[in-house]
């Protein structure tokens, strides 16, 4: 645990020189191809976020409607629809925003046009890497269920699958403090209630979870129905929007609650035995535009 730091900092520096050496990238995505697009072999998180990029930039229209074009996000996990459905979301006049889990804290995606003249804090348990950007984000170290910002302070909170880890074993795989080693199914409704705190009257949480048949793994839990509706109940919102998206077929698409009720979850740290139409981590997601 106490090379954690030196770990994702070694990390961070091999994927910042794939980042930035076209070189490095080209080769990094071919041997993702040549070794059959199997998710989290060498080179799919460079594939991936190349990916996630060119939708974000390029393609991001295709999220208008209800239907995602064919193949798409094959053999990827669920950031590929997770990420184009906040930013299709994402209001002009969300200036102010936390990302609570540090999920943007990419290069692919700090370094986007839709980022650039807005002020971007992070809050995470834990140091993943700083990226250095003329308009860098703020980096706070914090606990969600007790973030230190005043009340309503933020423009919109995006909180792309971290919730599945409040109150579980997070010393797996993100800090290395003990305390953090804990086992509380309904911890995410605190965070839910700090999140809705920061957040000012009118605006947006944006929430995505993995989503189906209940189970906990440990380092985190799948969201069912009843999940949900908690969560729904402690935010109150004034408005709300709910989408679903499940990886069948070999693709991502838009789909219902019904649809993805059973979906299950493929965990690479602890299962073995890929297959070919196993997802490469959560079958079915859901996405939450929750208006204070």
Not at 117 to 135: A, D, P, Q, V, W
Not at 150 to 175: K, P, R
Not at 266 to 290: R, T, W
Request: net charge positive; hydrophobic share 35%; with cysteine.
């Amino acid at each position: 645990m106490k090379n954690l730091f030196w770990v994702r900092e070694t990390k961070a520096f091999i994927k910042n020189m794939m980042v930035h050496s076209l070189l490095l990238k080209n080769s990094g995505i071919l041997l993702y191809k040549l070794s059959g697009r199997r998710p989290w072999s060498l080179g799919y998180s460079i594939y991936k976020y190349n990916f996630i990029r060119d939708i974000l930039e390029n393609r991001l229209n295709v999220f208008d409607g209800k239907i995602l074009p064919a193949h798409y996000g094959f053999r990827m996990d669920e950031r590929v629809v997770e990420y184009p459905w906040f930013f299709s979301r994402l209001k002009p006049h969300e200036l102010i925003i936390l990302d609570a889990g540090s999920i943007l804290n990419h290069y692919e995606i700090l370094s986007l046009q839709y980022l650039r003249n807005r002020k971007l804090y992070i809050s995470t348990l834990f140091y993943e890497g700083i990226h250095c950007f003329e308009n860098m984000p703020s980096y706070t170290y914090e606990d969600l269920r007790d973030l230190s910002y005043q009340d309503e302070f933020f423009d919109a909170v995006v909180c792309i699958s971290t919730l599945e880890h409040i109150g579980m074993d997070n010393t797996f795989l993100y800090t290395p403090d003990l305390k953090k080693k804990e086992n509380d199914k309904y911890a995410y409704l605190e965070a839910v209630k700090e999140l809705k705190r920061v957040i000012k009257k009118g605006r947006a949480l944006y929430l995505t979870m993995p989503y189906g048949r209940y189970k906990n793994h440990g380092w985190f839990q799948v969201f069912d129905k009843e999940m949900v509706r908690r969560l729904v109940q402690q935010f109150a919102p004034s408005q709300m929007s709910e989408v679903y998206f499940k990886y069948e077929y070999h693709q991502w698409n838009y789909s219902h609650q019904e649809a993805c009720q059973d979906g299950y979850y493929f965990d690479i740290h602890k299962q073995k035995g890929y297959n070919k139409i196993s997802p490469a981590a959560s079958e079915s997601v859901i996405c939450l535009e929750l208006i204070k």
